[in-house]
């Protein structure tokens, strides 16, 4: 698997493009795929760690070239198709997405139900992590080479983690990070925001767990 990051936006969002040979996922769609430069991949899916608008802004471009499935949770789904409930008003901006979504199909996933030509190249675990939105969600990723990386969102970051003034809640957050200190410490975590780390190095370092 190789992971491409691109930070896009007024709040310099990332989206982060999988690539298993020439198909791909893609994370937090935030960025016109134009400017990743890649060519000839197929995108089988776009996963959505949250609703807000700065990391669904480019859905309906991801949705127009590919016709991939879009998944988000139940909870922040209404979020893509109203910028007040995603917040973009309150940065002067008018996000909603015209394209179909799907709440994810399953917690414990694997390439296949993606529709990878390797049935085999990675299994997918939705992890709910509230606080950040009521939504929030963690894809933890792991390869066939039992390599372990999981995409937060919004929910932790290198050294801090989410607010959760823009209709999320402390109280879930705090059982969130409870959640992810039970998790293994080298899953390697690339948030929605800022440089990766590694969950052990924020279990020892980060203020907040």
């Known amino acids: 698997m190789q992971i491409l990051s691109f ?22 769609p935030c960025c016109p ?9 197929d995108v089988k899916a776009a996963l959505c760690t949250h609703g807000h608008f700065d ?12 016709l991939c499935p879009i998944y988000i949770s139940k909870e922040d789904q209404n ?25 994810f199909p399953g917690l414990d996933l694997k390439s296949a139900d993606f529709g990878f030509s390797d049935p085999d190249a990675f299994s997918l675990k939705i992890v709910s992590t509230p606080g950040h939105t009521p939504g929030s969600s963690c894809f933890l990723f792991t390869t066939k ?10 929910m932790l970051f290198m050294r801090s983690i989410g607010r ?17 200190r039970s998790m293994d ?6 948030p929605g925001h800022g440089p990766e780390t590694v969950l052990g190095i924020e279990k020892r370092n980060n203020p907040y767990f």
């Open 7 to 28: 930070c896009y936006g007024l709040a310099s969002a990332n989206m982060y493009v999988l690539l298993f040979g020439k198909e791909a996922v893609v994370i937090d």
């Open 33 to 41: 795929f134009s400017e990743t430069g890649l060519e000839d991949v």
């Open 55 to 66: 990391h669904i802004s480019e859905i309906d471009d991801i949705y127009s070239r590919f």
């Open 79 to 103: 979020m893509l198709y109203d910028p007040i409930l995603n917040h973009g008003v309150d940065f002067g901006l008018q996000v909603s997405v015209s394209a179909p979504s799907s709440i």
């Open 145 to 154: 080479e039992s390599e372990k990386h999981m995409f937060t969102g919004d």
């Open 164 to 180: 959760t003034d823009l209709g999320g809640s402390y109280a879930d957050m705090t059982r969130s990070i409870d959640l992810l």
């Open 185 to 190: 410490d080298d899953i390697v975590c690339y």
